[in-house]
């Protein structure tokens, strides 16, 4: 008998969000399907290294596409880790919100793309963009097969699979979208197999895709036996040709395997298991950075502080590692961190209590970079995560990295929806302890309104974006502020003769994107 339970609040409210709104490119949906069911096979994978029973049940790993033209279903099937009733089926898909939740709803809102939903962890529930209801049937080694189901009101329910109506699944899950009328584009097979290679290309498991073949044509009897084997080996999938590199296999499939280069380990490369087994004392995260080239991150200022504690870092510097962390998250237990990201957290409690009286400190310098730098960052704040250098930008959990936003804008046919709202979430973290930050900030005490203030601050936040890995955007304006800084220094007047107009040269203040009127710079005369 089936048991029926009504979603958490913040899940009714993403779904509402959904289902009630246009959104354009719904073709997301089978993406963050497929990423799941990637997910689940990663799992099983791994738990098969040390438990090879785990797999005895279904030892073959694949993510299966079938399309029912006559039902109006699509069903992606996978052989991964499956679901148990109450951690996955009714807790994690109904009853307890993620805390990617709260935050897609808030990304959304602040202008972002349906198509960041996997980023958040609640891809699943994109499928209701093109299904009025879904169902998932799933067996997990642990459990019984079990049938989730919801038609995105308020509740779904739960039942045991008695009947097994959906076939018996060995291990692995089940997802059948029942298509809404004008979402039948999907059941076609040029479509899907256009959405798996433009989505789904770095996954790294077979991806099968079931099409109906037929074709009405006379034949004779003596042709009649050769057709039928014709037929009958029509019944076989289509298997989608996707090339994967050995790198990305050796991330995915089997990441033990997968040698990179360290902030410790010289000219040597070294696996993950490696580095889980040396880590320090007391360290429960794997830190990594991502970048253009082995050079450029290990002169990182991101790298500061953790090599002053003795903590390893690992360099990943093929383009397709920014793709890889995305969905290998975590690593014999412990969680890869991104040291270019907000949250890392390094210090002991005694670190942590002296940097809550530097914030206070430095809270009015704080407050007035983020009024003068506008929309350029999302906030300004105190960090630790520097020793040598005054400051740097950060993006948040959920945003793109520097790579990551140098490989996207590359890219000819992005989505730019997506990409204004990701590459825009950065945070300027400042070094308390660096002399210029402290000159800044008795500078700033004196007069917050000096023009000299704000086109250091303005300069800060350049050099922050070419060392944190960032591309400059206006290198004119950048220019511009640094030959008046040399006027400066030279004490040159700027009225002086012989030097040009200053009109010509690009203000001091960014006139686009600031906070408001008042936070602007005064330009030069």
Excluded at 124 to 138: N, P, Q, T
Excluded at 400 to 421: F, G, V
Aim: contains cysteine.
């Amino acid at each position: 008998m089936a048991e029926t339970f009504a979603f958490n609040a913040d899940i009714q409210q993403l779904m509402s969000l959904i289902i009630n709104t246009f959104y354009s490119n719904k073709e997301i949906f089978l993406r963050e399907l497929i990423s799941n069911a990637s997910d689940a096979l990663d799992k099983i994978r791994y738990e098969s290294i040390t438990d090879p029973e785990k797999i005895e049940a279904q030892p073959n790993f694949f993510i299966k596409i079938v399309p029912d033209k006559t039902n109006s279903t699509l069903t992606i099937e996978d052989s991964g880790i499956g679901m148990t009733k109450t951690n996955e089926l009714i807790n994690n898909l109904g009853t307890i919100a993620k805390s990617g939740t709260k935050a897609f709803m808030e990304a959304m809102a602040a202008g972002g793309d349906i198509s960041m939903i996997g980023q958040f962890g609640v891809g699943f529930y994109s499928a209701y963009l093109v299904s009025d209801k879904v169902r998932v049937i799933s067996k997990h080694n642990d459990d019984e097969q079990y049938i989730w189901e919801s038609g995105a009101g308020g509740s779904f329910t739960v039942q045991k699979d008695t009947e097994l109506v959906h076939g018996e699944i060995k291990r692995g899950t089940k997802i059948i979208c029942y298509l809404k009328e004008d979402q039948s584009e999907f059941l076609e097979e040029r479509r899907l197999k256009d959405l798996v290679k433009k989505h789904s290309e770095f996954i790294g498991f077979p991806i099968e895709l079931y099409v109906e073949k037929s074709k009405e044509k006379e034949v004779t009897d003596s042709e009649e036996e050769e057709e039928e084997k014709k037929e009958d080996a029509g019944d076989e999938p289509k298997l989608l040709g996707l090339t994967i590199t050995r790198s990305l296999r050796a991330v995915w499939q089997v990441p033990e395997a997968c040698d990179s280069h360290t902030s410790k380990s010289g000219d040597e490369q070294i696996s993950l298991k490696e580095y889980v087994d040396r880590m320090k004392e007391g360290q429960n995260d794997i830190y990594y950075i991502t970048g253009e080239s082995i050079q450029a991150v290990s002169s990182s200022p991101f790298l500061e502080t953790l090599r002053k504690k003795g903590i390893e870092v690992i360099y990943m510097t093929d383009p397709v590692d920014e793709y890889c962390v995305q969905q290998l998250k975590e690593f014999d237990g412990k969680k890869l961190k991104s040291t270019t990201k907000e949250g890392l957290d390094i210090d002991d409690e005694d670190e942590k209590k002296k940097l809550e009286e530097l914030k206070a400190e430095f809270e009015p310098l704080t407050k007035l970079m983020k009024e003068v730098l506008g929309d350029k960052v999302e906030k300004v704040m105190v960090s630790s995560r520097m020793a040598d250098s005054p400051c740097v930008l950060t993006t948040s959990e959920y945003g793109w990295s520097a790579n990551m936003e140098r490989i996207m804008k590359a890219q000819a046919l992005r989505d730019n929806s997506m990409t204004s709202y990701m590459v825009s979430k950065k945070t300027m973290e400042v070094n308390p302890k660096h002399s210029i930050m402290s000159e800044l900030k008795k500078k700033a005490a004196a007069d917050k309104s000096d023009k000299t203030v704000k086109d250091l601050i303005w300069l800060l936040f350049d050099t922050s974006l070419l060392t944190s890995g960032f591309n400059l955007d206006e290198p004119t304006q950048f220019a511009g502020r640094i030959h008046r800084m040399i006027k400066l220094g030279l004490s040159i007047d700027d009225d002086d003769e012989g030097l040009g107009d200053d009109d010509d040269l690009p203000p001091l203040e960014e006139v686009e994107g600031a906070a408001d009127e008042a936070s602007k710079m005064e330009e030069v005369d």
